[in-house]
């Protein structure tokens, strides 16, 4: 991967390396210094910058940020050039100088005299000594900074206003931006690798950027490994890799980022689309502009998912499939109700439109929340369920594999099923006020439209919505007959049992209309008691059903006698659940004219 990474950055154009970057909070001077290393105060320029939106960026604080780009300690804090006492972590030149105002005023005298030495030890090494200049300003940047700056910074007004946590950062003005920039060459080639040597007149070493070592923490440490150290690269493959992750901090990648293999001009391509609008693209919008125009070559790539700057994910894809067309999500349930009668199917068409439509609503809208994707980040418990919270965990993964990765397979008939069940009965026992009856509905459309979707074998292919408008159908027709059997198989029968329950509960004085009263009947173990839960429901609330009253009596009578008289194949209750569900959400049967629908309506909302 180190290899895919190189080449990637060896095919951006030179103006990439520029884009994405800020200048950063905290107060700012350009100090010039005469021969004797004494501030010309007349030159001396100072500005506070706040790192608004709204801020202007002017000449002065371009010229800092230019140098602060090749100034800048790049590296952890353990890896600074005040290391031990990390009282001066910000800079790595000798030609600047930064620090945080409060480090000063907790540090004794002593550390600090002691870590401008260690600094300014490290910084001078990065100096050309047959460069005079340099060594010259270097020099009296040095005697200024132990002798003068801390007295001459009480000086400025500017420095007395800002908080303790400002950082403070002083840039010589004496140096060129070329100075500066030898400077940084130096610095790089001796930070970007760690355990270097040399090997066959050649210098390797290990990427910081990639690599971390556990010689502290044994037990963290891979015990049976060949080898001491992962691979060693060169070091200008580890100046590549550095500069990889500089990009990614500063923004100019999206997340994921694809690289593709030997091709060159789709890699910048997704550069520039995401950096070129006023508005960052999404990657959603990238893939869909690359997929107009380069169909067959998305593919063979590697895609790298960032989590707060850092490799969450890495892996290879040989083909990507953004379209979708045998997807369709039916309103059936939420058309039961007859304020969204006319809510009209969902067609998914790309693989974003199921992640944003479907994932996303099956998780309760905790996978993308506020256009972020969760798919490897921490998430709070607080903000969700104890059972979205575990299924989000456990399952994350496979969606964002599925969707980023076009793998199929990473979706199962088990996963999916597992997911609809545990969820819709979450929000079922959590509900109050009827307050989860819209998502409830939304997840019994998406369960029973793609029901058999993630069946990956032909075998066992059931079309759920159609069979249970056939079963909604039959139901309707057999109450109102004489001759005709409610009850023909185990689906009529779950379905009629969930018919019977929302009636019955529907008859309750109790001042809280409440999907969880149908949570006890569905954690019966065996269809035997679940009959036995609908019978003790009937002789809680019969008095309040009217019998002998024409069809809505017979309709009752017709599907309560055959419920208790069925005996099913089925062993658990578990195996009825979904049809036991849909019975219960679907339109009733048990209402035969407009006058009861109304009244059925209105006992729903």
Request: proline residues 3%; positive net charge.
């Amino acid at each position: 991967m180190i290899t895919e990474i190189v080449n990637f950055v060896a095919s951006l154009e030179p103006e990439v390396f520029t884009w994405g970057k800020k200048l950063k909070k905290g107060l700012y001077f350009r100090l010039r210094l005469d021969e004797n290393g004494t501030p010309i105060q007349d030159e001396v320029q100072v500005r506070a910058f706040s790192a608004g939106k709204k801020e202007d960026i002017d000449e002065f604080l371009t010229w800092c940020m230019a140098r602060q780009a090749l100034s800048k300690h790049s590296f952890s804090a353990n890896r600074s050039f005040d290391s031990s006492k990390k009282i001066f972590i910000y800079t790595a030149s000798p030609f600047a100088f930064g620090f945080k105002k409060k480090s000063l005023n907790k540090a004794s005298k002593k550390d600090i005299e002691s870590s401008l030495d260690n600094y300014f030890r490290r910084a001078k090494e990065l100096i050309d000594p047959e460069n005079q200049n340099q060594v010259k300003w270097a020099k009296n940047f040095e005697k200024f900074c132990k002798e003068s700056l801390f007295d001459w910074l009480s000086l400025f007004p500017e420095y007395k206003k800002i908080d303790d946590d400002t950082e403070v950062w002083i840039f010589l003005d004496n140096p060129s931006l070329e100075d500066y920039r030898l400077t940084r060459e130096r610095y790089l080639q001796e930070m970007v690798l760690l355990k270097s040597e040399t090997i066959n007149e050649q210098t390797l070493g290990i990427s910081d950027s990639i690599s971390k070592f556990t010689d502290k923490k044994i037990f963290m440490a891979h015990q049976s490994a060949p080898f001491f150290y992962n691979r060693r690269i060169k070091e200008t493959e580890g100046r590549a890799v550095w500069q990889f992750f500089e990009l990614q901090k500063n923004g100019v990648f999206p997340n994921p980022l694809p690289i593709f293999i030997d091709k060159k001009e789709l890699n910048g391509e997704v550069v520039r689309l995401y950096n070129n609008d006023e508005k960052k693209l999404s990657w959603h919008e990238i893939i869909k502009r690359l997929f107009e125009y380069h169909q067959s070559d998305l593919s063979n790539y590697y895609l790298i998912f960032f989590e707060k700057k850092a490799i969450a994910d890495i892996d290879f894809v040989s083909s990507f499939s953004y379209r979708i067309d045998n997807i369709t999500i039916s309103n059936f349930f939420k058309s039961a109700k007859k304020k969204v009668a006319d809510v009209a199917d969902i067609k998914i068409t790309n693989i974003f439109e199921f992640e944003l439509k479907i994932a996303n609503t099956i998780f309760d809208g905790q996978l993308i929340k506020n256009n972020r994707s969760m798919y490897f980040a921490n998430i709070e418990p607080k903000h969700m369920s104890d059972t979205i919270y575990i299924l989000l965990l456990k399952y994350r993964k496979a969606f964002y594999d599925y969707i980023y990765k076009s793998r199929k397979q990473a979706i199962t008939w088990l996963i999916f099923h597992d997911i609809m069940r545990q969820s819709i009965l979450d929000l079922i026992r959590r509900d109050e006020d009827m307050k989860n009856d819209k998502a409830i509905r939304e997840k019994m459309d998406i369960w029973f439209s793609l029901y058999s979707y993630f069946e990956h074998s032909n075998q066992n292919k059931i079309d759920m919505i159609n069979k249970t408008r056939e079963v909604l159908n039959h139901l309707k027709q057999a109450v109102s007959s004489d001759n005709q059997a409610v009850i023909r198989n185990d689906d009529d029968f779950a379905f009629a049992a969930g018919q019977l329950i929302r009636y019955l509960l529907q008859h309750s004085k109790s001042a809280q209309r409440t999907h969880a009263l149908l949570e006890p009947f569905l954690q019966k173990a065996k269809p035997e008691q679940l009959k036995l839960a609908i019978a003790k429901t009937f002789d809680t609330y019969k008095h309040e059903i009217t019998l002998y009253s024409g069809n809505t009596r017979y309709a009752f009578d017709k599907l309560m006698s055959e419920v208790m008289g069925y005996t099913t194949d089925a062993r658990d209750v578990k195996t009825l659940m979904p049809m036991i569900l849909a019975g219960y959400f679907a339109p009733s049967v048990l209402f035969r004219d407009p006058s009861n629908e109304t009244s059925e309506s209105s006992l729903i909302n």
